[in-house]
């Protein structure tokens, strides 16, 4: 009996102090995992099969029932508050939808009630109550991509908002769980249930290649222009960029189209077509990109040359982000070459904001060069030029620093040179020690070779004699394709490496050696980048590789093709993942912000003109003043004529002429019509000048 009383004496204080500690809870504001509760109030419990069949079948309403009740049974498949049928606000956009569905799962939670009821509630207590305390990044996720599908809801700005909805302390928030992306846009993972044991079956340096697109004609490369709106820039080498955005969904209409200007070759080998394209580092204000092709116009038939390689700028129109107006075309460069290949033509930014044009030899001997009458001295260079230049006469000015700049035997523009057949170069994302941002290209060692190079660009370097940063042998006659510096924020372990491949579909690794005590700079150790087969990782990269890309993150993208023929479809592009990658990374999560239209104040008041880098707007012939709004007439409107169009002038009545220079004799009938006309004039006169006056 003293047995059972001491029982019941020790189950009697457990009871005061879980009662205890549950009102304590309210004031602070925290809750430990046994003692979770539904939003009623009831214990969390394990489904049974009834319940679980009601979840699947429907807990939301508005026709996406279903959906909503796989997601909650999978956010939570043990312990849960569900089934429940209470809906909140409801909204057509997919990417909404998506974040709705999930926060309907927040009354299945097993912390439903301080999810829905805290502390806080009794000093707020309109607090809308179909909305759970969200965490801080789900709140303003909800919120950039929510705010204009559901106006009713948004009426602050993010930090307001997350302030008043989201975490204030300690307390669990919504997603209290270990979010699963579902296999799509959103989603850095591979959307595989076997994820775990794909990362005990891959061994340290395997990888996985997610086919993210095909159907590609012969793909060069991938860009992207750092908005923040995370879109992808493919290349085809026949003239034609195209826009994948976010969501993984390839806009049909194209983002440029010059397939007319560029000549491109169709057979193995020939490197002519479109080549290059960088986004400049201000391009969300000033809508500037850089495009280099190759082509044969009519003004340059005549000549030994093959074709020309052409650099140009573009502005993005003014009515959509998606595509450029190729009205607004400026020549920066043409480069006549004889040959088909070792061509180059890579552009790339630097961290300074300086444009690097990289050109092959194009295999050019003295002989040609002297035959083309020097038309070709910066073959086999790295050319560095500053576009950002308020001078309306030449669409770039040569930065100061060059190390030819005061040279009389070499262009200024020649920022390093001795190169052969350059692949890719990027450059690295993080600053060394010494300030300096690394630019890493893949090269030939020759020109008749096979033999492959890594070079680091420097400054004034000729690499006909300098040492290589890294020496490749022969891979089969395939030469290396360069690619990028990993700075991403999904694999922590190929943080760092220099990732590239060849052009028979071998991927390939550098990584700096933190033993190396070479003297020659040669502290890189190659390593050979494994793929997983197709059935733990998805699909498999299979084929040539064309090039390489990388992402607003950092994340580094594979073009490959089964075919070498320019006619085919077989262009495919591939993005790189670790499977051994964290789950959410809180680093990876950033908010896509929606392209933008150009608004700048240039590119809203220079209509007869274009727009530098810098906003200056510079006119076209026959127009002048400070936003090119003022017509000219050359000589000038005589009479009082008002000059209304380049050369082209509005005479009083009485006046006729180009320049109203000749005096008629009006007819009496025609007086009072003659009278308006005058009066028509002046006032277009004044109106001109106090135009000029505001300007």
């Given at each position: 009996f003293l047995c059972h009383l001491q029982f019941v004496l020790v189950l009697a204080i457990a009871v005061n102090v879980w009662e205890c500690g549950d009102a304590k809870f309210g004031e602070r504001g925290d809750m430990s995992l046994r003692r979770r509760r539904c939003y009623d109030g009831s214990l969390p419990k394990r489904l049974k099969k009834r319940e679980r069949k009601v979840l699947l079948d429907g807990s939301g309403s508005g026709g996406s029932s279903s959906s909503s009740g796989e997601v909650c049974h999978r956010l939570y498949p043990r312990v849960s508050c569900c089934p429940t049928r209470r809906a909140i606000f409801s909204t057509n956009n997919t990417e909404c939808g998506r974040l709705l569905e999930e926060i309907k799962c927040a009354r299945c939670s097993p912390n439903a009630q301080v999810l829905f009821h805290s502390s806080d509630t009794d000093k707020m207590p309109h607090r809308e109550p179909d909305l759970p305390r969200l965490c801080q990044d789900f709140c303003r996720e909800f919120y950039y991509t929510c705010r204009g599908h559901i106006p009713e809801l948004f009426q602050a700005d993010v930090d307001e908002f997350c302030q008043y909805y989201g975490r204030r302390d300690a307390s669990p928030c919504f997603p209290d769980f270990q979010r699963r992306h579902p296999h799509g846009p959103d989603s850095n993972y591979l959307g595989d249930e076997k994820i775990d044991e794909i990362s005990r079956k891959h061994k340290h340096n395997c990888y996985c290649a997610q086919e993210v697109l095909s159907g590609l004609r012969q793909p060069v490369a991938v860009v992207h222009c750092g908005d923040g709106s995370q879109r992808l820039f493919i290349l085809e080498r026949e003239g034609i960029v195209r826009?994948?955005?976010?969501?993984?969904?390839?806009?049909k209409e194209p983002f440029l189209d010059i397939h007319k200007l560029v000549q491109s070759g169709l057979k193995v080998g020939d490197e002519r077509g479109l080549l290059s394209l960088a986004f400049?580092?201000?391009?969300?204000?000033?809508?500037?990109?850089?495009?280099?092709?190759?082509?044969?116009?009519?003004?340059?038939?005549?000549?030994?040359h093959d074709h020309i390689l052409r650099v140009v700028e573009y502005t993005v129109s003014r009515k959509t982000p998606n595509q450029v107006d190729t009205r607004t075309v400026r020549v920066l460069m043409e480069v006549a070459e004889l040959h088909r290949k070792h061509l180059g033509g890579q552009l790339l930014f630097s961290p300074d904001g300086l444009l690097h044009i990289i050109l092959g030899d194009g295999m050019i001997t003295l002989d040609d060069m002297e035959e083309m009458d020097g038309l070709s001295d910066f073959t086999g260079s790295v050319l560095r030029v500053d576009v950002d230049t308020d001078c309306c006469t030449s669409p770039y000015f040569i930065p100061r620093n060059n190390p030819y700049f005061n040279s009389t035997n070499q262009p200024p523009e020649i920022f390093a040179h001795g190169l052969h057949d350059p692949g890719r170069c990027a450059v690295d994302r993080l600053q060394t020690d010494n300030g300096s941002f690394p630019i890493l290209c893949t090269d030939a060692s020759g020109k008749n070779t096979s033999a492959g190079r890594i070079l680091e660009i420097s400054m004034g370097k000729d690499y006909e004699n300098e040492p290589s940063v890294y020496d490749l042998q022969s891979s089969g006659g395939a030469l290396p394709v360069g690619g990028f510096i990993y700075r991403g924020c999904q694999s922590r372990r190929l943080y760092g490496s220099y990732v590239f491949g060849d052009k028979n579909g071998n991927l390939r690794i550098l990584q700096k050696s933190t033993f190396s005590t070479s003297a020659n700079g040669e502290e890189w150790q190659e390593k050979p980048l494994c793929l997983g087969p197709a059935g733990s990782c998805g699909s498999m990269l299979v084929g040539y590789i064309l090039g390489f890309g990388e992402d607003e993150l950092g994340e580094v993208y594979i073009l490959a093709s089964s075919k070498s023929m320019a006619q085919s479809h077989s262009g495919k592009l591939y993005k790189l993942v670790d499977p051994k990658r964290p789950r959410a990374p809180k680093e990876c999560q950033r908010q896509v912000e929606p392209p933008e239209l150009l608004m700048s104040a240039c590119s809203r008041h220079c209509k007869n003109g274009h727009c530098t880098p810098t906003g200056k707007c510079c006119c076209s012939p026959g127009w002048e003043g400070p936003l090119c709004r003022v017509a000219k007439c050359e000589p000038v409107c005589r009479n009082g004529g008002v000059c209304m169009e380049p050369n082209k002038c509005l005479c009083k009545s009485g006046y006729s002429g180009a320049q109203c220079e000749k005096s008629e004799r009006g007819m009496p009938n025609?007086?009072?019509?003659?009278?308006?006309?005058?009066?028509?004039?002046?006032m277009t006169s004044y109106l001109l000048d106090l135009t000029s006056y505001i300007v």
């Open positions: 826009i994948l955005n976010h969501d993984l969904e390839l806009i400049h580092p201000n391009y969300k204000k000033n809508g500037k990109l850089y495009v280099s092709y190759t082509t044969n116009q009519e003004r340059w038939a005549i000549g030994p025609d007086q009072e019509k003659d009278g308006i006309l005058d009066h028509i004039i002046d």
